[in-house]
């Protein structure tokens, strides 16, 4: 039985873009009000998981050739690099440090080593959350 | 003053809504019904979060509007490819 669903699809392709775009905002959001890496993580896996729902597992596969456990482990290293980078300065473990940049266009920005951690944790929550779900759904038996 | 009190009286009735949509999840002949109910339950939260943020005059719940209405959008299809297919994610769908 065929199924059409030229609707969904068209608008799961625009859609997709603004939930990403949603989500880069809320990672560098997260530094004075709500957001942060792990929110910014769940929110960039509920775009794939829309993009696994709208297609199928090996069509999005070829289009994000990524093996997300791989993903995770990359963060995990980032988040503790960090941790590991402050004691090689000589100060405590995952002691953060900040600065004041002036950026063109974007003016006085505070730029600090919190946002890799950040990064880190990101990566960590994409990676496991797709990792979980790809496999339960990997895992239908019949 | 009384726009105030107009948004209470808004958000007293969307919480009817709530309540008689709750019933309709509950109650609902069909899983169809119970998905449509759910749909409407999470489009008015959306609105009575968007009221509470004006009452309290802050910025600080326009986040949470945006990625509920994405929890809800991708539940509802999530839901309707179920009841159509069967499965949610497929492994290679034949089109």
Same mark, same amino acid.
């Given at each position: 039985?065929?199924?059409?669903?030229?609707i969904?699809?068209?608008?799961?392709?625009?859609v997709?873009?603004?939930?990403?775009?949603? &989500?880069?905002?809320?990672?560098?959001?997260?530094h004075?009000?709500?957001?942060?890496?792990?929110?910014?993580?769940?929110v960039?896996a509920?775009?794939?998981?829309?993009l696994?729902v709208?297609?199928?597992?090996?069509?999005?596969?070829?289009?994000?050739?990524?093996?997300?456990?791989k993903?995770a &482990?990359?963060?995990?290293f980032? &988040?503790v690099?960090?941790?590991?980078g402050?004691?090689l300065?000589?100060?405590?473990?995952?002691t953060?440090?900040?600065?004041?940049?002036?950026?063109?266009?974007?003016?006085?920005?505070?730029?600090?080593?919190?946002?890799?951690? *950040?990064?880190g944790? &990101?990566?960590t929550?994409?990676?496991?959350?797709?990792?979980?779900?790809?496999?339960i759904? *990997?895992?239908?038996g019949? | 003053?009384?726009?105030?009190?107009? !948004?209470?009286?808004a !958000?007293?009735?969307?919480?009817?809504? $709530?309540?008689?949509c @709750?019933?309709?999840?509950?109650?609902g002949?069909?899983?169809p019904?119970r $998905?449509?109910? !759910?749909?409407?339950?999470?489009?008015?939260? @959306?609105s009575?979060?968007?009221?509470?943020s @004006?009452?309290?005059n802050?910025?600080?719940?326009l986040?949470?509007? !945006?990625i509920?209405?994405?929890?809800?959008?991708?539940?509802?299809?999530?839901?309707?490819?179920?009841?159509?297919r069967?499965?949610?994610?497929?492994?290679k769908?034949?089109r």
């Amino acid at each position: 039985m065929r199924i059409n669903d030229v609707i969904l699809r068209t608008v799961v392709r625009f859609v997709v873009f603004i939930i990403l775009t949603l &989500a880069i905002y809320l990672f560098f959001a997260g530094h004075y009000s709500p957001g942060g890496g792990f929110i910014g993580g769940l929110v960039i896996a509920s775009a794939f998981v829309l993009l696994y729902v709208t297609f199928d597992i090996e069509k999005v596969k070829k289009g994000i050739p990524v093996d997300f456990k791989k993903v995770a &482990a990359l963060g995990v290293f980032l &988040a503790v690099g960090t941790g590991f980078g402050s004691v090689l300065f000589g100060v405590d473990f995952l002691t953060q440090a900040a600065k004041k940049f002036h950026i063109p266009l974007l003016g006085e920005k505070e730029l600090g080593t919190v946002m890799l951690f *950040e990064l880190g944790v &990101a990566l960590t929550v994409v990676g496991v959350v797709m990792t979980i779900i790809v496999s339960i759904a *990997e895992g239908d038996g019949d | 003053m009384m726009i105030k009190g107009i !948004l209470t009286i808004a !958000l007293i009735f969307f919480t009817i809504t $709530v309540v008689i949509c @709750l019933y309709r999840v509950i109650k609902g002949p069909t899983l169809p019904d119970r $998905v449509v109910a !759910l749909d409407m339950i999470g489009v008015n939260m @959306l609105s009575m979060i968007a009221i509470i943020s @004006l009452l309290q005059n802050t910025t600080a719940y326009l986040e949470v509007i !945006l990625i509920l209405g994405i929890l809800s959008f991708i539940g509802t299809i999530a839901f309707s490819k179920y009841i159509e297919r069967g499965v949610i994610i497929e492994r290679k769908s034949n089109r």
